[in-house]
């Protein structure tokens, strides 16, 4: 049974820090890998998706990287700023048929100005 | 392009009670999606529509949940009668091509008292 864990839980940086968001899920046999972000009474939107194939995908300032063989992503943000304050999520798809995502829990990430 | 578009927005029923949920896809969005979040945990997956079929329905919970696609585009979501640990938020997505490029309604959240 796949699970994802993402940690830590919650994390606060001053403005302008790089940082990085850590996802683990413990069968490697997954077909991608999604970042999603959540502000407070939205909806999720999807920041970047990896392929089983990739290594990386990089989106502006957001970079998420991929190792499907020891079960980790992490997404990086470059010169944060107090606008990417939000809840960011990683989720992965079993197979190219599979219906479902599996999400993890969810980092609740906030930049102080 | 209007987003996928979920109500209520908000829901306080008693035990016991029926409610329905409903949700627009984004027009021509063959493939419509159900998760909830219930308090603590993951977002996790209920059921999948491809048009007016269900493709999945293995996350529904029980026979209490009932969800239906008539004519392949709106989505109801129906909670017969609904017990306390049914609150939450449930999320509507749809995609054009099922697994990738999903947009996330804004949620309805369910609290039952």
């Known amino acids: 049974k796949q699970e994802v864990t993402q940690i830590p839980a919650a994390l606060s940086v001053p403005e302008g820090e790089n940082l990085v968001l850590n996802c683990s899920f413990t069968?490697?046999?997954?077909?991608?890998l999604q970042w999603f972000r959540q502000d407070p009474g939205k909806g999720l939107t999807s920041l970047l998706l990896?392929?089983?194939?990739?290594r990386e995908q990089t989106s502006g300032r957001l970079n998420a990287s991929l190792d499907k063989s020891s079960g980790r992503s992490t997404l990086y943000i470059a010169a944060s700023q107090p606008g990417d304050s939000a809840t960011y999520l990683c989720a992965v798809r079993r197979g190219s048929s599979a219906s479902k995502i599996i999400f993890g829990s969810g980092t609740r990430l906030s930049i102080r100005p | 392009e209007a987003g996928v578009t979920q109500f209520p927005s908000h829901s306080v029923i008693e035990k016991g009670q029926t409610v329905t949920l409903r949700c627009d896809p984004i027009?021509?969005?063959?493939?419509l999606y159900w998760y909830r979040r219930v308090m603590g945990k993951e977002i996790k997956f209920l059921l999948h529509f491809v048009k007016e079929s269900k493709q999945d329905e293995s996350g529904m919970p029980n026979n209490r949940f009932l969800a239906e696609r008539t004519g392949g585009t709106y989505s109801t979501l129906k909670v017969q009668p609904a017990e306390l640990e049914d609150s939450g938020v449930y999320f509507c997505?749809?995609?054009?091509?099922?697994?990738?490029?999903?947009?996330f309604g804004s949620g309805t959240r369910l609290t039952v008292v």
């Open positions: 997505a749809s995609s054009q091509v099922m697994g990738v490029g999903y947009t």
């Open positions: 027009s021509g969005h063959d493939n």
């Open positions: 069968d490697s046999a997954i077909y991608n």
């Open positions: 990896i392929q089983s194939s990739q």
